[in-house]
Structure formats: C-alpha cells, structure tokens
C-alpha cells in the first residue's frame, strides 16, 4: 500500500501535542497519505505506578516489566494514553481507531532477556494487514506498543522499536519522530534536509547534541530498510502548514538537491 507515514509519538510529547498537530495529521488523508501513529506513553506509566506503589527498574533504557508492571503499563499504553490520541485526531475532524501491536497480530515478538528484563520483548515477525484495512477505509490507527508474545501472552516493547518494525512491514514512504523542538538545529536554526552521512558528521562533531542524538541514530536506524525519508519534526507548534506537508529536518538514505548539483556539475 503506498502513500503510509508512520509517525511515532514519544511518551514525553503525547501530553503537550497540539491542535495544529492533529489537524495536520488529518490533512494528511485530504492529499491521500496514510498517518499511522505508533506511541508511548513513559512518564504516564510512571505516574500510574506510582500511584498503585508498583516498583520499576531500567536495564539499559528498556523498562524491566514484571507482571505487575505490564498490568499498568498495558492500561496506561493502550487504553489511557491510545484512547486520548484517539479523541484528538476525531476532534481535529479526522477518523481514528485505538489498537495494539498485539491486535492482528500486527507484531509478534520473542522475549530479549527474561531475567534482566521480565515481559520485554523484540519484534520477530509483523503483518500490516489490519493497519491496511483501516487506512483503506479512512481510518487513522493508533497503535499502542504492546504486543503478542510468540510462546502466548504479550509483551511490552519499546515504542521506538515497535515503530520502525511496523514502519518496515507497511513498507513506509516517510516516518516522523515527533518532538517538542521544530528539528535539527545548527547556529539556532532548522536544518531543512539532511543526508544520512550528514547526519553522522553532525553527530561527530557535536553540532547534534543531547536528547537530539537518539532521535537521530533512531532515524539513521530506519533508513537502513524500506522507509525512504525520516522527519524529525515538532508536535508542538502552533499552527499547521496548508501544504499538507510534516515540517521539520528531513533525513534521506540518498544525497540532498544541493549535492546532485555538485554530483552532476
């Protein structure tokens, strides 16, 4: 199916995106793209578990999810904050449906490390058909991250992760990581389009800095398969382009205009 954008929302930015945000989305189907969301939902866990007392633990980033710690982490991913997706994107005037990487399946995945990390798991097979279906009639999906355990049950998987594998099983024309900053910045301006090896020389010599260098090598990360073009874009801008284009710092696998003309002289 062509035309697919997945756009993954990060668990830091589900709580601030704005109208404009969920207007472009929409917009999006008016010029016949297709808008997956794949989410998290970190710091909305973290408050819940909190006020349940529930104990976690990080291993190298990754959540160790016991059982206990799956039953809120599974609620929180894909009821509360899927569910709020869900009703902003229908108050924007668009369609959406909340679902799971688990409904489908749309991933199957295999645990990494049971003892470090509990119910954690990798993606190891997916099918798109269910996503189809729905951009097919119109509707939006929203994916929570949960997904079905290959040996019976689910698994919780890192939202970036669950993001690029269903970015490669719909075989994505564009994704779109959604921050709170506009793009790659150098001297405090935007970086309009940028080419991976770009990208790595801007990782190296520190021009791409903080929170900005894991959005990047996530980015890199997915053009190593099918996705052609990775945005790294703003969710919390206040007004919405009328071109139906995602605004922010455009990473390709190929070279950029500027370096087909140095190429073709």
Do not use: W
């Amino acid at each position: 199916m062509e035309g697919i954008v997945v756009v993954k929302c990060g668990g830091s930015t589900v709580t601030s995106l704005t109208e404009a945000f969920f207007q472009e989305l929409v917009e999006l189907k008016k010029y016949g793209r297709h808008p997956v969301i794949v989410h998290g939902g970190g710091p909305v866990i973290n408050e819940m578990l909190e006020t349940f007392q529930v104990e976690t633990t990080f291993v190298n980033g990754l959540r160790k999810t016991t059982p206990e710690v799956f039953q809120v982490a599974e609620m929180v991913l894909s009821g509360q904050v899927n569910k709020m997706i869900v009703e902003k994107i229908q108050e924007a005037g668009g369609q959406a449906a909340g679902i799971s990487c688990a409904d489908g399946p749309i991933v199957q995945a295999e645990v990494i490390d049971e003892v470090q990390l509990g119910l954690v798991g990798q993606p190891a097979d997916t099918d798109p058909s269910l996503i189809y279906s729905l951009c097919e009639a119109g509707i939006i999906p929203v994916v929570s991250p949960v997904s079905q355990n290959k040996a019976g049950g689910r698994l919780n998987v890192n939202a970036d992760t669950a993001a690029g594998a269903v970015a490669e099983a719909c075989c994505a024309e564009e994704m779109v990581f959604v921050t709170d900053v506009p793009g790659v910045q150098a001297e405090g301006e935007v970086i309009p389009t940028l080419t991976k090896e770009e990208a790595k020389a801007l990782l190296q010599d520190e021009t791409i800095y903080g929170g900005m260098i894991p959005k990047v090598q996530a980015a890199m990360n997915c053009l190593d398969g099918h996705v052609k073009k990775v945005v790294i874009a703003s969710g919390t801008a206040a007004e919405k382009p009328a071109d139906g284009t995602i605004q922010g710092t455009a990473i390709t696998a190929g070279t950029t205009p500027a370096e087909q003309k140095v190429e073709t002289g």
